[in-house]
């Protein structure tokens, strides 16, 4: 047994068990876009999920851990058969856990298979997420596709949660214009929309910033 090996296999693999463990705890589940599926098991979503910073951890300890394994029955079998005493053997029923836990974890998270009708979001209300305003961030209106029906849920409203200036502009080209102006953190933007299509909104100060509203004529669902 190399113990050194060994050591460093746990180290990598209690990392990477922690970061997805902080990821699902905190980093919360994001919301599936018009078009997606339920999660398995019911697993609720966040409209204010910070899906943007946590999933670099969410990644990043993906990979430790699963290294971590790669390395593990190195250290364990490189001298012959491992003979661990009872703390060692305590602390690898501890990791076994929590690697199971994660996979648990990583099998809730997983949707069914694509649905073809589309989805109809339950409500009108988008999040602009807290580091929006970091360049290069992926995720910043949640959810960042939402697809509503007019007489039902065509009403929506946008909440600055950064703690940056923001707004919310239709581009050129969408259906109908629309502007917020500087929406100061914590404001609140509502806009009704009556005409069907799609809308590719941003932010005019974060050009990063993105997301699109998919608009239905009244018939268009049941």
Same mark, same amino acid.
């Given at each position: ?16 068990? /922690? ?7 905190? /980093?919360?589940?994001?919301? +599936? ?25 969410? +990644?990043?300890? /993906?990979?430790?851990?699963? #290294? ?40 809730? @998270? ?17 999040? #602009?997420?807290? &580091?929006?305003?970091?360049? &290069?961030?992926? #995720? ?54 009556? #005409?069907?299509?799609?809308? +590719? ?14 608009? @239905? ?6």
């Amino acid at each position: 047994m190399d113990k050194t090996l060994f050591y460093v296999s746990l180290f990598l693999i209690v990392v990477g068990v /922690g970061g997805q463990l902080a990821w699902y705890f905190f /980093g919360g589940i994001p919301c +599936n876009p018009p078009g997606g599926n339920p999660y398995l098991f019911g697993a609720p979503c966040d409209l204010h999920a910070t899906a943007a910073s946590f999933q670099e951890m969410e +990644n990043v300890s /993906g990979y430790t851990m699963l #290294i971590g394994l790669l390395l593990l029955p190195a250290g364990l079998f490189k001298d012959g058969l491992p003979s661990p005493g009872q703390t060692a053997k305590i602390f690898i029923g501890l990791v076994l856990v929590l690697t199971i836990a994660v996979a648990f974890t990583g099998a809730l @998270l997983a949707p069914h298979a694509v649905s073809k009708a589309p989805t109809v979001h339950p409500n009108g209300f988008i999040s #602009i997420l807290s &580091g929006s305003s970091t360049p &290069g961030t992926l #995720i910043t209106f949640s959810p960042q596709n939402v697809t509503v029906v007019i007489g039902k849920n065509n009403t929506v409203e946008w909440t600055n949660n950064d703690n940056a200036v923001h707004t919310v502009t239709s581009r050129p080209g969408d259906p109908a214009s629309f502007n917020s102006g500087t929406l100061s953190p914590g404001q609140t933007f509502t806009y009704t929309f009556t #005409i069907p299509g799609v809308y +590719n909104y941003y932010c005019t100060i974060h050009d990063w910033m993105h997301g699109t509203v998919t608009v @239905l004529a009244a018939n268009s669902t049941t």
